[in-house]
């Protein structure tokens, strides 16, 4: 009995970073697609967020690789720093599009600005959104791991 | 065990569906380009620009190109070596798109030069001498203003011809017809109005081919 729930909890907070991982990965290989396939340069702020989401989808994956059949338990405290500054990048690159942050106080080169909109899927939502949502879906993820399993 | 197989499976997964993905759009991207182009087959050639090889060729290559661009320069002896390779059937017409800071006043040297017929010399001296007048991807007109000697070309009059409103007609006229063809690259060619879709010394000869097939 005891030996089964552990067996389920290591297992549910397998299932948390490996929902972790999608999410890196589909930003890694979305990102990619937009910048390679659809030729979208990205700006200077799209390279921070890249900068933090591509060390993820790896940190993550070598978290999954059970050692002793269980997640590597330290895995938020090298994961968390990373989508937590690259949540920062993002949210200030959504102000930027929106508008909240006027273009001149942002440090973009002026051929290649952060505040053009070039690609709204279904209409409105836009790549920053998708960062945002991003990084806040792995933190979130990674508190859920954190409180059920660093006890 | 059957972790490491789902990680692996979702891995691959990944993989086929980007590349499954990118052929869909690029394949949506050609059709598009090559509808966008038909339509906008007037701002291909322009009656001003520098013509080489046989003016009554059936099949001509239009090449956008910046003399600062490296793979320009790469692609203009294989260009030549088409024409070559197809005597009397190719010609080259050259379009200026000086997307480098400066190359704008290099190309109105050209445009000077070719109005003392020496046009491919300047050009073919420009490409020779790239490592003497482009510094970190900036021309530099008055290095390569060094470098133009033994063409014969009467430099007091380059310098004057150089400045013509003209010249700067025709540059401008050039880049906003490649804007108009959504050519933002160089070197971009065109082959009896095709557009190169794939870029490649390959591609662009298979493009010539099939034109020198169909029109002899």
Redesign the interface.
Known sequence: MIQDSIKTASQQGWGLIFICWLIAMAALFGSLFFSEVMGLKPCVLCWWQRIFIYPLAVLFLVALFPQKNKVDHSVVRYTLPLAVIGLGFAIYHYLVYSGFIPESLQPCSKDLSCAEINLELMGFVTIPMLSIFAYSAIIMLLLIYRKRFYQ | MK??I??IA??ML??L??IM??TI??NKKDKALNNATLDNVEYIQRDYSPIMGPADAKVTIVEFFDPACGTCSAFYPFVKKLMKDNPGKVNLVLRYLPLHQHSDVIVSIFEAARLQNRFQETLERAYQTRDAWIEHHVSKPDKFWLQLGGLGLDMEKLNKDMQSTEIARRVKQDMQDAQQLNVNKTPGFFVNGKPLVHFGYQQLQQLVESEVAANY
Do not use: D, E, G
Request: positive net charge; without cysteine.
């Open positions: 972790k490491n789902t990680i979702t891995a990944f993989i569906l980007f993905a990118a759009y690029n």
